[in-house]
């Protein structure tokens, strides 16, 4: 194949995505590469709680009608994300002082709406988002500390009865690689797994540091392929330290490469999605001060040699 989405779809049906940005859509340049190179879209902000439903009961649904309706245009998938997260909740959530009862009532009905408008047309959703503390315990977050534990399991029970086709994924970062929490997220899924919550997939943000792939990726989409679960790189950037010169690109198209390989060196990694299209549309810089250039593509759309290893290795 020629193009990222070609290429992927050659490799046993994978699909290749692009993270968002609701207001570059209208941007020609860039609506037309988001259409050429992908197959997947993720809307990078606006299904999220803060946008979707920023008043209590009132559904904010332009933005994802938006991606649905352009995905629909240009034959690709889209990538739901996200609906139980403790960042970028509306304030009427994050100050709200809920029973447990009420928070459950609010959560059943936020997933049921947003899951519920999107049935058919999003195939995968990120049910919970970021659970996990670092050592595999659970994040403490306004529905650990309302609910219990039983919050996740009860999300994915919503999400399922909105939409029985939709897969259903837990999603979290610096789980890349095997380590204490990504042996966590491994336990919950087993055990959900076990009681029959139905949960179909992981999705390993992998938002890493040049050259730092985690040498045990493979390996660790392994162990949870092997639970019968897919795996999807669903959040893929590699920052480096600004300034960029080539021979970082060259370490970063080295470690493109070598993400894309443990993909595809497992059967149930169906896709894999990169978060922004160009350097400059990436988030990166406004989180990790003075790191930089984690994307693809350059801000006047160039391809960068990990673009050209990516589609290389695929
Ligand atoms: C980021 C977006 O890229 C930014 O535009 C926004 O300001 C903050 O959120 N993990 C996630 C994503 O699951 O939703 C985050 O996206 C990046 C980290």
Redesign the pocket.
Request: aromatic share 16%; charged share 25%.
């Given at each position: 194949g020629s193009t990222l989405r070609e290429a992927a779809a050659d490799e046993g049906g994978r699909f290749y995505g692009v993270?968002v940005?609701d207001s570059m859509l209208s941007n020609s340049q860039y609506a037309n590469l988001v259409a050429q190179e992908f197959s997947s879209v993720t809307a990078?902000?606006v299904m999220?709680w803060e946008t979707i439903q920023p008043s209590q009961g009132q559904f904010n649904w332009s933005g994802g009608d938006r991606l649905v309706n352009f995905a629909q245009q240009n034959n690709q998938k889209v990538y739901g994300?996200?609906l139980v997260?403790h960042?970028?909740m509306p304030g009427w959530l994050e100050n709200g002082n809920f029973s447990a009862a009420q928070l459950r009532q609010i959560t059943n009905n936020h997933i049921s709406q947003v899951v519920g408008r999107y049935a058919g047309d999003i195939e995968r959703w990120?049910v919970v988002?970021?659970a996990f503390n670092e050592d595999g315990t659970r994040r403490q977050n306004k529905w650990q500390q309302t609910i219990g534990d039983g919050y996740i399991a009860e999300a994915f029970r919503a999400a399922n009865a909105a939409d029985p086709s939709a897969k259903l994924f837990i999603?979290d970062?610096n789980v890349e690689g095997i380590n204490s929490k990504s042996t966590g997220m491994y336990n919950l899924v087993r055990s959900l797994l076990d009681q029959g919550v139905p949960i179909h997939g992981v999705g390993l943000?992998t938002?890493l540091i040049l050259g730092q792939v985690p040498s045990s990726l493979q390996q660790n989409i392994q162990r949870f392929a092997d639970l019968g679960l897919e795996v999807v790189l669903?959040?893929i950037d590699i920052r480096m330290q600004m300034p960029s010169d080539s021979s970082k690109l060259q370490q970063q198209a080295n470690d493109f490469r070598a993400v894309t390989q443990a993909c595809l060196a497992v059967s149930r990694c169906t896709g894999m999605t990169v978060?922004?299209l160009r350097d400059g549309d990436?988030?990166v810089p406004?989180?990790f001060q003075g790191y930089g250039a984690p994307l693809l593509f350059t801000d006047s759309y160039q391809k960068k040699p990990a673009y050209d290893a990516v589609l290389s290795a695929l």
């Open positions: 993270a940005n990078e902000n999220k994300h996200t997260w960042s970028q990120d988002n970021e999603n970062y943000q938002h669903t959040e978060w922004g990436s988030w406004d989180v």
